[in-house]
């Protein structure tokens, strides 16, 4: 079964700083990968995802993600962020069927 | 077009009552999947459909029950509520390269 760790449940950064989340998931022969944001009291949103192709996958709000096979990593980066950046962010990875695993989730504050 | 509607939006339970979140979709997609949400586990598959009349495990199944009997409705079903079942839970909709969610449900048993 496949499994995605999160390495940091909680991230602060400063207004219009670049942040990493970290994200690693078990290895596959191949992966689909999937970065969704959740802002307070709702329910996820897609913000980019990585099927096949260039390893550079660009998603809403200026975020983007690299896919690394070797390193089995998909880290999200964004080179400045705002105060609406605050949210909750997941990781996840495809199980066939269109099935997801999740990982824990990496909380993103913004101090202005 | 609403997406994925849930309903209620809230509710608080007694141990061993029974409830029905509800689910529907109005994006014609076959898929569609049940997670709970806990702090600090992530989402976590209960149940899903891979079409009207099928249905499988995900994997936190126990406790619940599903049935899908149109493409549009997918019906969560706690036959005896457990403390252990408070949570936040989401409906999803989803084709091959998305998931879509709905706004959630969130659960109090006591």
């Known amino acids: 079964a496949q499994s995605v760790t999160q390495l940091d449940s909680q991230v602060p950064v400063f207004e219009e700083a670049p942040v990493e989340l970290r994200c690693n998931y078990s290895?596959?022969?191949?992966?689909?990968l999937f970065w969704y944001v959740q802002y307070p009291n709702q329910g996820l949103q897609l913000l980019l995802k990585?099927?096949?192709?260039?390893?550079l996958v660009k998603g809403i709000n200026g975020f983007e993600a690299e896919f690394n096979k070797s390193q089995t990593s998909f880290h999200l980066r964004k080179p400045s962020v705002h105060i609406s950046d605050t949210a909750e962010y997941f990781c996840?990875?495809?199980?066939?069927?269109?099935?997801?695993?999740f990982g824990q989730g990496t909380r993103l504050t913004i101090n202005p | 077009n609403a997406g994925v509607t849930q309903t209620p939006k809230f509710q608080v339970l007694k141990t061993g009552q029974s409830m029905t979140l509800q689910c529907a979709q109005d994006?014609?997609?076959?898929?569609m999947s049940w997670y709970r949400q806990d702090p600090g586990m992530g989402l976590r598959l209960i149940h899903y459909?891979?079409?009207?009349?099928?249905?499988d495990q995900g994997e936190v199944p126990n406790g619940y029950n599903v049935s899908r009997s149109t493409t549009e409705d997918f019906p969560l079903r706690l036959l005896s509520a457990a403390p252990s079942q408070t949570s936040v839970y989401f409906c999803?909709?989803?084709?091959?390269?998305?998931?879509?969610f709905g706004p959630g449900t969130r659960l109090t048993v006591t």
């Open positions: 459909s891979v079409g009207a009349g099928i249905t």
């Open positions: 290895s596959s022969v191949s992966v689909y």
């Open positions: 996840a990875v495809e199980e066939g069927a269109q099935k997801l695993v």
């Open positions: 990585y099927l096949s192709g260039s390893t």
């Open positions: 999803a909709s989803h084709n091959f390269d998305e998931q879509y």
């Open positions: 994006m014609n997609h076959e898929y």
